[in-house]
C-alpha cells in the first residue's frame, strides 16, 4: 500500500489535490487537522487533559469544547499552546497510524495523509513518499481572501509566521507546482504516481 504525505503552505492548494487524488485514484484521504477535532470531542482521548488544561469554561452547552476559546488562549500564551500541542499531537499520530492501518487491512492500494506539520511531527517516517504543494505568492493571497474572506495583511501575516519554501523543498521528495491550470494540475500528479508505482 502506497502512503503519501501531503504538505505546503496556506492558499497552495493542497484540498484540490486531495479531491483529485480521492475521486480519481480512490486513495483513502486522512486530514490531520480533521482528526484533531475528532480526538477533542467528549469520549475522545484528548477530551478530559484539554479541559484540565484550559478550565470548564471551555466547554459548551453540548459538552463539546469551544475551540475558538481554546484557539484565543493559545494565540496569547505559548505556553498553553506547547501543552496543548503535547497532549493533541501524539493522539493524532496515533489515531493516523490506526486508520491506515485499517486501511491496510481494507486491502486499499493508496492512503494520503495531509498535515500542516507533517514533516515537524516526523509523519514522513511511515509514508512511501511526501509531496511539497506549492504556489506563488500571490496566488495564495487572492485564493484566501477569495475563499475565506482575509485581508491581504492577515493573508502574508498567516504566510510569514510558517515556514519557508526552500524548508519544504530541501524535505520533501516531490515538490508539486499548482500555478497553472486544472489539467496542468492532473498532468502532474498523474505523471508522478505512474512514475512511482
Known amino acids: 500500500m502506497k502512503i503519501l504525505g501531503i504538505t505546503g503552505g496556506i492558499g497552495s492548494g493542497k484540498s484540490t489535490v486531495l479531491s483529485i487524488l480521492r475521486e480519481k485514484y480512490d486513495a483513502f484521504v486522512i486530514e490531520a487537522d480533521k482528526v484533531g477535532h475528532q480526538v477533542m ?3 475522545g482521548p484528548c477530551y478530559e487533559p484539554v479541559i484540565g488544561l484550559f478550565g470548564k469554561e471551555i466547554i459548551k452547552d453540548d459538552l463539546s469544547i469551544d475551540r475558538s476559546k481554546v484557539s484565543d488562549v493559545v494565540f496569547q ?3 498553553k499552546r506547547e501543552l496543548l500541542n503535547g497532549i493533541i499531537h501524539p493522539a493524532v499520530k496515533r489515531r493516523i497510524l490506526e ?3 485499517e486501511q491496510e487491512a481494507l486491502g486499499r492500494k493508496m492512503v494520503v ?3 500542516a506539520l ?4 516526523n509523519y514522513q517516517e511511515f ?3 511526501v509531496w511539497y504543494v506549492c504556489t506563488d505568492l500571490e496566488t495564495r493571497i487572492g485564493r484566501l481572501m477569495e475563499s475565506r474572506g482575509y485581508s491581504r495583511s492577515k493573508c502574508l501575516n498567516i504566510i510569514r509566521s510558517q515556514k519557508e ?3 519544504y523543498r530541501d524535505r ?3 515538490v508539486l507546482e499548482n500555478n497553472g491550470s486544472m489539467e496542468d494540475l492532473l498532468r502532474k500528479i498523474q505523471e508522478r504516481l505512474d512514475g512511482t508505482e
Open 77 to 79: 500564551v505559548a505556553e
Open 113 to 115: 495523509v495531509e498535515a
Open 118 to 121: 507533517l514533516l515537524e511531527d
Open 99 to 101: 486508520m491506515i492501518r
Open 127 to 129: 509514508c512511501s513518499e
Open 165 to 167: 519554501d526552500s524548508w
Open 41 to 43: 470531542e467528549p469520549g
Open 172 to 174: 520533501t521528495d516531490f
